[in-house]
């Protein structure tokens, strides 16, 4: 068995395992594990009850990696997450406490509960892969993961995550209700592990995928062959976003602002991680529709025109794929 065979299974079961247990979001679970093979942050948007923080710590405790859980509140500092500086009197010296940023999967949740000053201090952690407190700059683990949660419904109290953040984020992800034969399987998981819990008996543990698989798998995703054509039409949908003209009026009445380049970076990646997870060595334009929605959602901005008209960030993707011609 190659190494290439070893690493895909490992991911392969990892997959099946989480699709065991986050019953009826099959997609959830998919960008979970774009996420993680991408090296990239995920957040997730969804109605309360819908398996977002379950489907997190669930792909957490499938790897060998430290996890963190971090609940954003309105009083949050940011030395809460990123750990400050302690002075010891006895020896008039300084030593540095990590904090909880410190960890490989970390689960920020309702991260839009948390003011300005805190979601900042994800800023820097999220794209330069360190902390800075003071003069010193601390590096974070080589596998760091920001997996953020938010929900769409209670608006009063929370802290609009500003665009400079969520542009830090591989994908934006929403969450709908699951179907009635999903619902009943949850019914049916959810009493199984009452049941196991009150027997004191283990219901089911994962089994674990190493960091060293994880990165080897992310080498041999950007391995994959990836066309001029493929690539030239992800650059057009990007360019779409910014001159919607060229492609009708209706465009360029809704987009007030368009992605920026992290925008192609992130279709790119999650292109080639769902071509890799289909075991194919090549990237497809269909790969690229696939993601495009939860790459782009975060990163375009509807003027006030397009807003009062009931059109959706979801909408204006639709019409843009429609809209630019497929290689």
Not at 49 to 73: N, V, W
Not at 124 to 136: D, L, N, P, S
């Amino acid at each position: 068995m190659t190494p290439d065979t070893i690493h895909r299974e490992a991911l392969t079961q990892l997959r099946h395992e989480l699709e065991q247990q986050i019953v009826g979001q099959q997609t959830l679970v998919q960008r979970l594990l774009l996420a993680l093979l991408c090296d990239g942050h995920l957040l997730l948007e969804g109605a309360p009850g819908l398996a977002k923080t379950r489907a997190i710590k669930s792909l957490a405790s499938g790897l060998e990696a430290d996890f963190h859980r971090i609940q954003f509140t309105p009083d949050l500092l940011p030395a809460d997450l990123t750990g400050s500086d302690v002075y010891h009197p006895e020896t008039g010296s300084f030593s540095f406490n990590q904090g909880p940023l410190f960890h490989n999967v970390i689960l920020a949740d309702e991260i839009n509960r948390a003011p300005a000053k805190v979601q900042s201090a994800l800023l820097e952690a999220m794209e330069e892969r360190q902390i800075t407190v003071g003069a010193a700059s601390y590096p974070l683990p080589p596998l760091f993961l920001v997996m953020a949660t938010q929900n769409p419904i209670e608006q009063e109290g929370t802290y609009p995550l500003p665009e400079a953040q969520l542009d830090r984020f591989l994908l934006h992800v929403r969450i709908d209700y699951p179907d009635k034969n999903a619902s009943r399987k949850i019914l049916q998981l959810v009493r199984h592990e009452a049941r196991c819990a009150l027997n004191q008996e283990v219901s089911h543990e994962l089994r674990k995928v190493t960091q060293e698989q994880v990165f080897a798998a992310r080498r041999e995703i950007m391995q994959l062959h990836l066309a001029d054509a493929v690539e030239a039409y992800i650059v057009e949908i990007i360019e779409t976003t910014r001159n919607p003209g060229q492609y009708g009026q209706e465009l360029s009445s809704w987009i007030r602002w368009g992605a920026s380049p992290r925008g192609a970076i992130a279709i790119e990646r999650a292109a080639r991680t769902t071509a890799w997870l289909a075991e194919r060595d090549f990237v497809t334009p269909e790969d690229v529709q696939k993601v495009t929605p939860d790459a782009l959602r975060h990163r375009i901005l509807l003027n006030y025109e397009a807003e009062a008209e009931g059109i959706t960030t979801q909408q204006c993707i639709d019409q843009i794929i429609a809209s630019v011609p497929a290689p």
